[in-house]
């Protein structure tokens, strides 16, 4: 977030809105999230057979766990982004063009 606050600045300086830009900011780390849970999932489930042996009480193909564990990847995806979305949003154009 650091190294885009003077981009945020710029982008809020020739008119992106502050809404915006914290979705941008919430929306690249979702898609992060997602591509490693689209990687994760399958191998995942491919990899069970090997993982049988330290899998205490869980199927090797439980569905609750195969659910739970996207659910809780993306709440925690969304409290991660929450703090630099909101911070990005609050960038001041003026200090941003000040900094050089």
Not at 39 to 44: D, K, Q, R, S
Not at 64 to 75: D, G, H, R
């Amino acid at each position: 977030m650091r190294q885009q606050e003077r981009e945020f600045g710029i982008r809020l300086a020739l008119g992106a809105g502050p809404a915006r830009i914290a979705r941008n900011v919430a929306r690249q780390g979702v898609f992060y999230a997602a591509a490693g849970l689209a990687v994760g999932l399958p191998a995942a489930f491919l990899l069970t057979r090997l993982m049988e042996s330290v899998l205490f009480g869980v199927t090797t193909h439980d569905v609750a766990t195969f659910a739970a564990l996207p659910m809780a990847v993306t709440v925690a995806t969304l409290l991660a982004c929450a703090v630099p979305a909101w911070r990005a949003a609050r960038v001041s154009p003026m200090t941003t063009m000040k900094g050089d």
